[in-house]
């Protein structure tokens, strides 16, 4: 129990995570307990198991598994953050928990999955369970299935997406498991509950037996709309309803909700694939068509009627086909073939569905003037075709087509299009069927029913009751005012038969309301009938805003009664039926009239009326006033007492005074009476009579307002205008035009005829009485306010004069916004009905206005010839045939919609590749939109979208059109045609940034003023989300505008669950975005808003609102200004009326400043600079280089802003006014420091626009400029940013300009700036930017660059001197010669400065200087009298510490920098060892200080800081100073060390984990080896170039060759970089000797692996690398060091031999390479280092002694190795047996003995008989003594073997070894077993190990060839050779290996490494052999060794050096190189010493 008590005490999450399933499982246990406990979802101590949660559910135990199942699903039941395991948990539950075989583990997992479901994390669980189906095990399939329905049931099809499993379903029917089918079909079945016959057709191609099966299931599935039973947290209402339900037990209305919102949800349609046909078309098609025999056509259309069955079609442009196919319709004499083509349009219909919608309006009138045939089967496919067109589009769109045909003379047609009508309103609800549409249909079917053909009648009687019946009789009744009772009933009795496509539900509720217009007649009680309507307008939340905003002022709606307030209240929103109806009384007779009259007068009063004396006449007024106010509405009898008015004398009263108080009474009863206008058609005649009179006019107007409320002023209007121009009395003429004036601005535009007043206008104007003319005027004045700029279209034929006067008048309006109606509300202030009078109010006045208009028919004259001429390829005639288009509609002004085949040839002119004719077509539609009006609509899809795409164009101006277009057609068309289908969405899906700004813009515009928009618009989210993210700034800052007007149609629900698709990181972003918008979303629209966004169409704009709430909305939206001051502006209304209105817009401009100057000045595009770069480079953009700036560089820069610098500041960056340049620096200035990241990712850009400046002549933008600059790099060096080349390049020598300045403090700054500028970017590429300044004409520039470069080397010594410290001082000392004194001074100065660093070596560095300019140069030294001194230096070495750290960090931090500060580095290098001689240091050490430097870049693949160092532009080849050869130049190590940091790094970067990176360096290598004059500087870095190549390898084939996501392609790349550039290098002769024997091996070894590797073969271009490397491997063999590649080889025979893992063929290609070596061999003999090679061969045959050999399963190895053998006996003859030098023992050498035998047969025994005998004597002796040994071998190995003895034996037997170290244990280890042979072997490696500690053993070479290995864990085998000190004492491999693990812990290496070591066995077998270190381990010694010797290295015997490279230690075989090599070295080192003293 003890280990348990410890985990006991553990805390429970890490129980959880226990290696003891007991610990576990309590751990499960009381997680359980402890989420059941947590009561707050949001509490802190869920997030510790977040990452745990996945390993409950996979747990390995079953018994643990189940209670971490339950524990988990509390977790997912309880945890706020439980979602954020969905993907891994569930996976987890698929793949682990399904399989399992206990049940309850099976349910847990169910139940999981479902409450991640429940959770909100559907999708997730869903795409992994369907992940779950591709499984092999069936159990799995099985359970996933099963949780896939449980699923559905429980959640339904709203929740759980059908598509996805419907795609599947096909698939896992055809399953071989019975139990998979078997769910599958009960899966079916669940799905069947919820989309019925929706499923059918995707799985109509199962097998037959199941699908007969499931057909049998299906019957049995109830007919009840399932529900959904369990839901998620954010339908908790939905939930709490449900449970009310279950508990009263009924079934409420809420269901049906629900039935509702689920059955259309799924559409079989939309779970289909679609189809693409176009290109299966046949060839011959369209010639087909046309053919003369009809059985062509016939063939031509079966084949599209085949295509066609397709249930689903791709969308595509089927233009020519449906022309086609109309034609054959239209015109074709055969009526089998119009049959079918009717057939072909009907399939077309039905596949595209909205798509067909376009080509709607040209097929709809053909088919309806085919509807003449008579045979009943043409009929039947005309009428399919019809009904399946109809579907695609609606009735608005094809509304002019039909009624077009409803006056056709032929019965038939009449009857079929009535029909048709019938048909197609089933399909309406009363919203797609308003009373625009109504009205004239209505009025068209009335004909029909009044027609002399029965079956006309009949269709006309069905159309009608279908229209009844889904309008509702309050809709259609007012259109059937005059129509006879029968006729009225038998409409609704076809009413009642008539069945809707949508079910009952739209019926319902109007039927319900259709009893409330009845009481029209009948006064109802003020009081029920209008709570009844306040409530019904509380409880739809819809129309109670509306009630609101009518309250605040809406005019009356026509025809509303006036008999009632109640009935008014229930508003009927009718034409002008309702008003004969309900404002009309029947007239009463006279008799009547008095009698009802006495009834409410006194008697007197009565009496008196036509009384003679006028006094009597005024006193019965008097009385008649006061009975009129005493009055109660209700008793009033109003058209009795207007009569008693109206008796004689009536209006003809002459006395004024009674005729005042006549005109006051009729005012009076009008305003306190129930008048109707048949009263009013009683005094109305008089009241215009007397309106024109000075005394009682205004009477009279008054009664006339009066009149107006009661009876609506349209009516009352029309019959006073009417009736004062049937009179000749110019006065009351122009009084009631002036009366008409004011009642307009009172009562509101509302429902007025203005084509009845036009006409009267008219005549006013012609008037010869100015008066009459200037009223008309005015009027015309008022009306504009309402109707807009339209108006003017009706006077444009008016005399000129008249037309100004008229203008003028226009003009004054246009500043203001019709007043609000003051009058003719109180009545109907209830208005409950109001909900869509509004909105039809509106479409009729911008209507009416439009529908007056004569319109022409243009269509003849769009001619055959002018569409071609528009199609033409020559520009100049397509520009004709525009130019005619435009003046055809000019000349008719207003046009029909026919426009023939224009609509096609003007879109084909939209992508005209000459944008001239591009806009010019866009300036022709918008014509079109203005002349054709809101008929345009039709050519919305077909003509209206091509111009939405055109806003993609990138110039600015055909987008500016292209917007105007756009938007004069929506102004005619409204938004709804633009926003249904799925053509808008299409559009922003196009990765267009133009086209996403603007149509985002666009619609962010057009959004807010709508009430309702078509469910298409959800189709936009997607790409509005990618647009959220798009690379282009203004694209991001569109998207978030438009984001809260999407967010306000479509609700936030929606659109957050539209993000459910996006990538988890781009989802979190949008949702943040779309939280924002929450708060910012504006509501929707009232009315109103509507109205003002189509002012200009003609609308009464902002009419009901009153202006605060305005002024509000426009300050209150921070989101919203824009759109508001576009609606502010509509229609030209700059300022408004009211105050405060009027104050926003005035002050527009500071508000738009406000509003954008808020958001950041710089926006992030991410990889924008790096884009821009690689345009450069690409030469896309102009390179920014120029002597002054031209307007292209300008244009180029403002382009590439846009995108990333906020709008309002590039404007001020680009002004042409230097002032705004000043502000922009100033903005830049505030926003530097809060905006680092911005700055700095549009650096290059600030920078070029800072370089534009520089030629500004203003010095105040100038100071400004250096004031940022400043500023900015101060910023840019705390960031540690560095500068890359781009954006030096571009700068730094327009800034150097600027130190010529005659100006000291520009001087000054600029100077300051170059200073500060050498912290962000390397002073030594900053040498080439200055020094080019000194060959600048003007002397001041001269003077102070050649100061600046004195500064530099000052600062940074020689080494920033570029490209050579000769050539720059050689430069400088030109200008000692210079006419400028100061020029001469600082050249001068600038040498000075450089003696003072650097002493004599100046003057050879300067070369020739002519006497004068000498003799002045040694004055100024002397003068200076510095003598040189190490300070500078120390200076010079502090400076570059400093930026080399920055350098350092910044490259970690920034990965932009690609700038390594090699000069510095080195210099620090030098440096570190004090003073200048440090230079002279020889190369051998440098290298590797370098390998140092670069350790971990080449030992292993993460290269922390290195590889960050430089992934942009790593190094321009340019960089790589040419190679000096030493005797030119003194400082030639200086330079080298240079080049060598550079190639350092550059190889460290080819081992690169990245390939782009790795691909890079290896191509700036491979561009080096090529140049010749460059190829020496690689020298001396070979093995550190191969190493990181073959790293690479190895990385690609273990790393990447596995990686999934990676292209293969990038892999193929990388390999055909690596092969290339080696050989490359393999060609340059004296570069491939340098490669030593280790790295040679690897190399080989790594190619060789590459051959082999089957995935490469694999690969496209596998073949072709194969071929590369077997070209690659033969260049190796043949051009490197012949020794080194032998000697690799064999070492690689052997450890492919030894080692078990590798594959047989791998040693036979080592092979192959060795019998190519072989064959070599006769040419390379002399070359070849025989003894090392010997060494080699001996080391094989002692580790395979032939026995073992002859055990190979292939015989190769052995007769490759006696080829070899063979054939250098052959070349060397005897005296190969010199070549022995190297073997220890070499008696004992199976080696030895095998060439004697050789030598044997090949040669005659003459003068070598002596030398054999010896040898051969000698080989006797040793037989005889080994039979001594082997007794003594025998009693050890006794030892060994019994169980006491076996220490003893062993170490006997080691010292044994040791004594005689050619003895052979061989043969006794061979008998005995495998385990025992390797326990003997670690027996005595452990006493070896135990003794090398304590002493140290010498040998006989004084070089230990003891493994290192021996001291560490067996798999560290670095092979390290002891260095001889001065004392001649060894040290040993383990001081050394101590070392080594230190170096290797410090680049982070791992000491113990299994890889590319050589294997195990090699040392196991033989202890004591010496192998080739792997090139790692070789660096790693000689790093060990240079450390060592860093004392001594007087002693360094530069062999030691060599062996290092071989790996093994031995001396060299030609002493006297070596001695010749130490002597140099010698001298060098006394140098050195004497420098430090």
């Given at each position: 129990?003890?280990?348990?008590?410890?985990?006991?005490?553990?805390?429970?999450?890490?129980?959880?995570?226990?290696?003891?399933?007991?610990?576990?499982?309590?751990?499960?246990?009381?997680?359980?307990?402890?989420?059941?406990?947590?009561?707050?979802?949001?509490?802190?101590?869920?997030?510790?198991?977040?990452?745990?949660?996945?390993?409950?559910?996979?747990?390995?135990?079953?018994?643990?598994?189940?209670?971490?199942?339950?524990?988990?699903?509390?977790?997912?039941?309880?945890?706020?953050?439980?979602?954020?395991?969905?993907?891994?948990?569930?996976?987890?539950?698929?793949?682990?928990?399904?399989?399992?075989?206990?049940?309850?583990?099976?349910?847990?997992?169910?139940?999981?999955?479902?409450?991640?479901?429940?959770?909100?994390?559907?999708?997730?669980?869903?795409?992994?369970?369907?992940?779950?189906l591709d499984n092999k095990n069936p159990k799995i399939i099985v359970a996933c299935i099963e949780t896939l329905r449980k699923a559905l049931s429980e959640f339904g099809s709203k929740i759980i997406s059908l598509k996805p499993i419907i795609k599947v379903l096909p698939k896992l029917f055809e399953s071989r498991e019975k139990a998979v089918r078997d769910e599958a079909k009960l899966l079916a079945v669940e799905i069947y509950r919820w989309i019925r016959d929706a499923l059918r057709p995707p799985l109509q191609n199962i097998n037959s037996v199941q699908l007969k099966e499931l057909e049998e299931e299906w019957i049995k599935v109830s007919s009840a709309a399932p529900k959904q039973t369990r839901f998620l947290r954010s339908q908790q209402e939905l939930k709490a309803k449900f449970e009310q339900q279950q508990g009263l037990g009924g079934d409420a209305d809420g269901g049906d909700d629900d039935e509702e919102e689920v059955v259309p949800q799924v559409d079989a349609y939309e779970l289909l694939e679609a189809v693409e046909i176009l290109s299966k078309l046949p060839k011959d098609f369209y010639e087909k068509i046309e053919a003369k025999k009809w059985q062509e056509r016939k063939e031509a259309l079966e084949a599209v009627e085949l295509l066609v069955k397709n249930p689903k079609l791709e969308s595509g442009d089927y233009a020519d086909l449906v022309k086609a196919l109309k034609k054959v319709v239209g015109k074709d004499t055969n009526v089998m073939l119009v049959a079918l083509a009717a057939k072909c349009l009907a399939g077309l219909a039905t596949g595209l569905r909205k798509k067909f919608g376009q080509y709607a309006g040209h097929v709809v009138p053909t088919i309806l003037e085919k509807f003449k045939e008579k045979k009943p089967q043409v009929v039947q496919a005309l009428q399919e075709a019809i009904d399946a067109i109809f579907l695609t589009t609606t009735l608005q769109n094809i509304s002019e087509d039909i009624l077009a045909v409803m006056d056709n003379k032929n019965p038939t047609i009449k009857q079929q299009t009535s029909l048709f009508i019938a048909r197609s309103f089933r399909h309406c609800t009363p919203s797609t069927l308003p009373k625009s549409l109504l009205k004239p249909f209505c009025a068209a079917l009335l004909k029909h029913i009044n027609d002399s053909a029965p079956e006309v009648r009949d269709a006309g009687f069905e159309a009608l009751g279908t229209a009844l019946k889904v309008a509702g009789e309050k809709a259609v009744n007012p259109f059937l005012a005059d129509v006879d009772k029968l006729k009225l009933d038998r409409i609704k009795e076809c009413a009642e038969k008539v069945e809707l496509v949508y079910g009952k539900k739209p019926g319902g509720p109007a039927e319900k309301k259709e009893g409330k217009p009845i009481t029209g007649k009948t006064a109802a009680l003020p009081g029920p009938a209008g709570d009844k309507e306040t409530k019904d307008a509380a409880t739809r939340p819809g129309p109670l805003k509306k009630t609101s905003a009518m309250k605040a002022g809406v005019p009356p709606k026509k025809g509303k009664p006036a008999t009632s307030a109640g009935t008014g209240g229930a508003g009927t929103k009718g034409k002008k039926g309702p008003e004969t109806k309900e404002i009309f009384e029947s007239e009463l007779s006279i008799e009547v009239c008095e009698e009802k009259a006495a009834a409410v007068l006194p008697a007197s009063c009565i009496q008196q009326l036509d009384s003679g004396n006028w006094k009597e006449r005024l006193a019965c007024m008097e009385e008649f006033q006061k009975a009129v106010e005493l009055m109660e509405r209700s008793e009033m009898p109003c058209q009795a007492l207007v009569r008693m008015l109206a008796k004689k004398p009536g209006?003809?009263?002459?006395?004024?005074?009674?005729?005042?108080?006549?005109?006051?009474?009729?005012?009076?009863?009008?305003?306190?009476?129930?008048?109707?206008?048949?009263?009013?058609?009683?005094?109305?005649?008089?009241?215009?009579?007397?309106?024109?009179?000075?005394?009682?006019?205004?009477?009279?107007?008054?009664?006339?307002?009066?009149?107006?409320?009661?009876?609506?002023?349209?009516?009352?209007?029309?019959?006073?205008?009417?009736?004062?121009?049937?009179?000749?009395?110019?006065?009351?003429?122009?009084?009631?035009?002036?009366?008409?004036?004011?009642?307009?601005?009172?009562?509101?535009?509302?429902?007025?005829?203005?084509?009845?007043?036009?006409?009267?206008?008219?005549?006013?104007?012609?008037?010869?009485?100015?008066?009459?003319?200037?009223?008309?005027?005015?009027?015309?004045?008022?009306?504009?306010?309402y109707v807009g700029p339209s108006l003017r279209m009706f006077f444009e034929d008016e005399k000129p004069a008249l037309l100004s006067q008229i203008d003028a008048e226009f003009e004054k309006m246009q500043g203001q916004t019709a007043p609000a109606p003051t009058r003719g509300i109180s009545r109907h202030n209830v208005g409950g009905g109001g909900d869509d009078g509004e909105e039809e109010e509106q479409e009729e006045v911008g209507n009416d206005v439009v529908d007056l208009l004569p319109r022409t028919d243009i269509g003849d004259k769009i001619t055959a010839e002018l569409v071609s001429k528009i199609g033409d390829k020559n520009w100049k005639i397509r520009k004709e045939g525009l130019d005619e288009v435009t003046s055809i509609i000019n000349e008719a002004k207003f046009i029909q919609p026919n426009i023939g085949e224009l609509p096609a040839a003007l879109k084909g002119r939209l992508n005209d590749s000459n944008k001239i004719l591009v806009q010019q077509t866009l300036s022709i539609l918008q014509q079109l939109a203005t002349a054709m009006g809101p008929n345009i609509k039709q050519y919305v899809k077909n003509l209206g979208i091509p111009v939405i795409t055109v806003l993609g164009d990138s110039k600015n101006n055909v987008r500016a059109a292209a917007l105007a277009t756009v938007n004069a057609w929506a102004e005619q068309t409204g938004m709804k045609e633009w926003l249904e289908g799925e053509d808008l969405s299409e559009e922003l899906k196009k990765e267009n940034p133009f086209l996403r700004q603007e149509l985002l813009g666009w619609l962010a515009e057009k959004l807010p003023a709508l009430r309702s928009v078509p469910s298409d618009l959800l189709l936009c989210v997607p790409h509005l989300y990618s647009c959220l993210e798009d690379r282009n700034g203004d694209v991001r800052k569109k998207a978030q505008d438009a984001l809260p007007?999407?967010?306000?149609?479509?609700?936030?629900?929606?659109?957050?669950?539209?993000?459910?698709?996006?990538?988890?990181?781009?989802?979190?972003?949008?949702?943040?975005?779309?939280?924002?918008?929450?708060?910012?979303?504006?509501?929707?629209?009232?009315?109103?808003?509507?109205?003002?966004?189509?002012?200009?169409?003609?609308?009464?704009?902002?009419?009901?609102?009153?202006?605060?709430?305005?002024?509000?909305?426009?300050?209150?939206?921070?989101?919203?200004?824009?759109?508001?001051?576009?609606?502010?502006?509509?229609?030209?209304?700059?300022?408004?009326?009211?105050?405060?209105?009027?104050?926003?817009?005035?002050?527009?401009?500071?508000?738009?400043?406000?509003?954008?100057?808020?958001?950041?000045?710089?926006?992030?595009?991410?990889?924008?600079?790096?884009?821009?770069?690689?345009?450069?480079?690409?030469?896309?953009?102009?390179?920014?280089?120029?002597?002054?700036?031209?307007?292209?560089?300008?244009?180029?820069?403002?382009?590439?802003?846009?995108?990333?610098?906020?709008?309002?500041?590039?404007?001020?960056?680009?002004?042409?006014?230097?002032?705004?340049?000043?502000?922009?620096?100033?903005?830049?200035?505030?926003?530097?420091?809060?905006?680092?990241?911005?700055?700095?990712?549009?650096?290059?850009?600030?920078?070029?626009?800072?370089?534009?400046?520089?030629?500004?002549?203003?010095?105040?933008?100038?100071?400004?400029?250096?004031?940022?600059?400043?500023?900015?790099?101060?910023?840019?060096?705390?960031?540690?940013?560095?500068?890359?080349?781009?954006?030096?390049?571009?700068?730094?020598?327009?800034?150097?300009?600027?130190?010529?300045?005659?100006?000291?403090?520009?001087?000054?700054?600029?100077?300051?700036?170059?200073?500060?500028?050498?912290?962000?970017?390397?002073?030594?590429?900053?040498?080439?930017?200055?020094?080019?300044g000194t060959k600048s004409k003007n002397s001041k520039q001269r003077a102070e660059c050649l100061e600046e470069l004195g500064c530099l080397v000052e600062s940074y010594g020689m080494n920033v001197c570029q490209p050579t410290p000769g050539k720059a001082l050689k430069e400088m000392a030109t200008h000692i010669g210079d006419r400028d004194n100061a020029v001469r001074n600082a050249a001068l100065n600038t040498i000075v400065t450089v003696y003072n660093v650097h002493g004599d070596q100046v003057f050879k560095l300067i070369g020739n200087l002519s006497e004068k300019d000498m003799s002045m140069l040694e004055e100024r030294i002397k003068r200076s009298a510095k003598r040189p001194t190490s300070a500078p230096v120390r200076q010079a070495e502090e400076k570059p510490q400093r930026t080399q750290n920055v350098s350092a960090n910044a490259s970690m931090m920034r990965k932009g920098q690609a700038e390594d500060m090699s000069s510095k580095l080195n210099q620090n290098r030098n440096m570190g060892s004090h003073s200048e001689t440090a230079h002279s240091v020889p190369r051998e050490f440098q290298l590797d200080l370098d390998e140092i430097e670069n350790d971990n870049g080449t030992v292993r693949c993460e290269m922390p800081a290195l590889v960050q160092h430089k992934l942009d532009d790593i190094f321009e080849p340019v960089l790589i100073p040419e190679p000096k050869i030493r005797a030119v130049s003194p400082h030639f190590d200086d330079m080298h060390s240079n080049t060598a940091s550079t190639i350092n790094f550059v190889i460290s970067q080819v081992a690169?984990?990245?390939?782009?990176?790795?691909?890079?360096?290896?191509?700036?290598?491979?561009?080096?080896?090529?140049?010749?004059?460059?190829?020496?500087?690689?020298?001396?870095?070979?093995?550190?170039?191969?190493?990181?190549?073959?790293?690479?390898?190895?990385?690609?084939?273990?790393?990447?060759?596995?990686?999934?996501?990676?292209?293969?392609?990038?892999?193929?790349?990388?390999?055909?970089?690596?092969?290339?550039?080696?050989?490359?290098?393999?060609?340059?002769?004296s570069l491939a000797r340098e490669a030593s024997t280790g790295v040679l091996k690897d190399l080989m070894h790594g190619l060789i692996t590459l051959m082999l590797d089957s995935r490469v073969e694999d690969l496209e271009e596998g073949e072709q690398v194969i071929r590369s490397v077997n070209l690659l491997v033969v260049k190796v063999l043949e051009k490197s060091d012949q020794t080194n590649i032998l000697s690799?080889?064999?070492?690689?025979?052997?450890?492919?031999?030894?080692?078990?893992?590798?594959?047989?063929?791998?040693?036979?290609?080592?092979?192959?390479?060795?019998?190519?070596?072989?064959?070599?061999?006769?040419?390379?003999?002399?070359?070849?280092?025989?003894?090392?090679?010997?060494?080699?061969?001996?080391?094989?045959?002692?580790?395979?002694?032939?026995?073992?050999?002859?055990?190979?399963?292939?015989?190769?190895?052995?007769?490759?190795?006696?080829?070899?053998?063979?054939?250098?006996?052959?070349?060397?003859?005897?005296?190969?047996?010199?070549?022995?030098?190297?073997?220890?023992?070499?008696?004992?050498?199976?080696?030895?003995?095998?060439?004697?035998?050789?030598?044997?047969?090949?040669?005659?025994?003459?003068?070598?008989?002596?030398?054999?005998?010896?040898?051969?004597?000698?080989?006797?002796?040793?037989?005889?003594?080994?039979?001594?040994?082997?007794?003594?071998?025998?009693?050890?190995?006794?030892?060994?073997?019994?169980?006491?003895?076996?220490?003893?034996?062993?170490?006997?037997?080691?010292?044994?070894?040791?004594?005689?170290?050619?003895?052979?244990?061989?043969?006794f280890l061979k008998n005995s077993s495998q385990f025992f042979q390797s326990y003997v072997e670690r027996g005595l490696r452990l006493i070896e190990t135990e003794r090398e500690g304590k002493g140290r053993i010498a040998t006989s070479t004084g070089i230990s060839t003891q493994m290192e290995g021996t001291c560490v864990p067996a798999s560290t085998h670095t092979v390290s050779s002891s260095i001889g000190n001065t004392n001649g004492e060894e040290v040993g491999p383990s001081v050394y290996l101590e070392r080594l693990k230190i170096l290797r812990q410090r680049c982070g290496l791992d000491n113990a490494k299994q890889e590319d070591r050589p294997p195990l066995t090699s040392l196991l077998s033989k202890p004591t052999l010496p192998t080739v270190a792997s090139s790692t381990d070789m660096l790693h010694s000689k790093l060990s060794q240079l450390r060592e010797s860093r004392e001594q290295y007087q002693h360094l015997d530069l062999d030691s050096n060599q062996t290092h490279s071989s790996g093994i230690g031995t001396t060299l075989a030609s002493p006297s190189s070596a001695a010749a090599n130490i002597d140099d070295l010698k001298k060098r080192l006394e140098r050195i010493k004497s420098s430090r003293k």
């Open positions: 129990m003890g280990d348990d008590s410890e985990w006991m005490k553990l805390p429970i999450d890490q129980k959880c995570e226990h290696k003891l399933w007991k610990a576990r499982l309590n751990g499960y246990e009381e997680a359980l307990k402890l989420f059941q406990k947590i009561d707050d979802e949001k509490s802190p101590e869920w997030s510790k198991y977040l990452g745990l949660i996945k390993k409950f559910v996979t747990d390995s135990n079953a018994v643990a598994q189940l209670k971490g199942l339950e524990a988990a699903l509390a977790y997912v039941e309880n945890a706020h953050v439980a979602g954020k395991t969905t993907g891994e948990v569930a996976s987890g539950v698929v793949n682990k928990v399904f399989n399992q075989p206990k049940a309850r583990a099976k349910e847990l997992g169910e139940d999981i999955c479902l409450m991640y479901i429940e959770i909100e994390k559907g999708e997730a669980v869903q795409e992994e369970l369907l992940k779950g209006w003809k009263e002459t006395n004024f005074q009674v005729m005042q108080m006549k005109l006051h009474i009729v005012a009076l009863i009008a305003q306190k009476g129930n008048f109707s206008k048949t009263s009013a058609q009683v005094v109305l005649d008089g009241l215009v009579d007397k309106v024109g009179d000075v005394k009682c006019g205004t009477n009279a107007k008054e009664a006339m307002t009066a009149i107006a409320e009661a009876c609506q002023l349209p009516w009352t209007a029309e019959q006073v205008v009417a009736m004062a121009f049937s009179q000749k009395n110019p006065k009351n003429q122009s009084e009631t035009l002036n009366w008409l004036s004011n009642a307009i601005k009172e009562f509101g535009f509302s429902g007025l005829n203005v084509k009845a007043f036009i006409s009267n206008v008219k005549t006013a104007l012609a008037a010869t009485n100015p008066a009459v003319r200037t009223s008309a005027i005015t009027l015309l004045g008022v009306m504009y306010l007007f999407f967010m306000m149609h479509l609700g936030f629900e929606k659109m957050a669950k539209a993000t459910g698709k996006l990538k988890p990181t781009s989802k979190d972003q949008v949702l943040a975005m779309l939280e924002k918008a929450k708060a910012n979303m504006p509501a929707k629209p009232a009315p109103l808003a509507k109205t003002s966004s189509r002012v200009v169409g003609g609308a009464a704009p902002a009419k009901f609102q009153p202006a605060s709430a305005f002024a509000d909305d426009l300050g209150s939206n921070t989101m919203e200004p824009k759109p508001d001051l576009k609606k502010a502006k509509a229609g030209g209304l700059s300022s408004k009326t009211k105050g405060v209105q009027g104050k926003k817009v005035i002050s527009k401009p500071n508000l738009k400043e406000d509003d954008d100057k808020s958001g950041p000045i710089f926006i992030i595009v991410p990889n924008g600079k790096e884009q821009r770069m690689k345009e450069e480079k690409a030469l896309k953009v102009l390179k920014w280089n120029f002597t002054t700036p031209r307007d292209e560089y300008i244009e180029q820069l403002k382009t590439q802003m846009s995108t990333c610098v906020a709008k309002w500041l590039q404007d001020e960056m680009f002004h042409a006014d230097f002032q705004h340049h000043n502000k922009a620096l100033t903005v830049m200035i505030e926003h530097l420091e809060s905006e680092k990241d911005g700055v700095i990712s549009c650096l290059d850009l600030i920078l070029k626009w800072l370089t534009l400046r520089f030629f500004d002549t203003n010095t105040s933008v100038l100071m400004k400029t250096l004031e940022y600059l400043k500023l900015l790099f101060n910023l840019l060096n705390q960031e540690e940013y560095h500068l890359t080349e781009n954006e030096a390049s571009s700068f730094i020598p327009y800034l150097i300009l600027k130190v010529g300045e005659p100006k000291d403090v520009i001087r000054k700054d600029v100077r300051a700036i170059l200073n500060r500028m050498c912290l962000i970017y390397p002073a030594s590429k900053m040498f080439p930017f200055i020094m080019e690169s984990g990245d390939i782009n990176t790795s691909i890079q360096a290896l191509t700036q290598i491979d561009e080096v080896l090529k140049q010749e004059d460059k190829a020496e500087a690689m020298s001396g870095h070979i093995d550190q170039f191969l190493i990181a190549t073959f790293m690479q390898l190895r990385l690609i084939y273990n790393t990447h060759m596995a990686d999934e996501k990676l292209d293969k392609d990038e892999i193929v790349r990388l390999y055909s970089c690596i092969i290339g550039s080696m050989i490359t290098l393999f060609q340059i002769e690799a080889l064999l070492v690689l025979l052997q450890d492919s031999l030894l080692a078990t893992a590798s594959s047989p063929k791998f040693a036979e290609l080592v092979m192959k390479c060795l019998w190519r070596m072989v064959r070599l061999l006769p040419e390379t003999i002399n070359s070849i280092n025989l003894d090392r090679i010997l060494l080699d061969i001996h080391i094989f045959m002692k580790v395979f002694p032939k026995e073992k050999l002859k055990q190979c399963k292939s015989e190769f190895p052995i007769r490759t190795l006696k080829t070899l053998l063979h054939t250098l006996c052959k070349l060397k003859g005897p005296k190969i047996l010199d070549h022995l030098t190297m073997i220890d023992n070499k008696n004992e050498s199976e080696l030895e003995a095998h060439l004697c035998r050789v030598m044997k047969h090949a040669m005659d025994q003459t003068g070598k008989a002596d030398k054999d005998t010896e040898k051969g004597a000698s080989r006797i002796e040793e037989k005889a003594s080994k039979a001594k040994v082997n007794d003594i071998l025998a009693e050890i190995f006794k030892k060994i073997g019994s169980k006491e003895n076996t220490k003893e034996g062993l170490a006997e037997l080691y010292e044994y070894k040791k004594k005689y170290s050619d003895a052979d244990i061989e043969p």
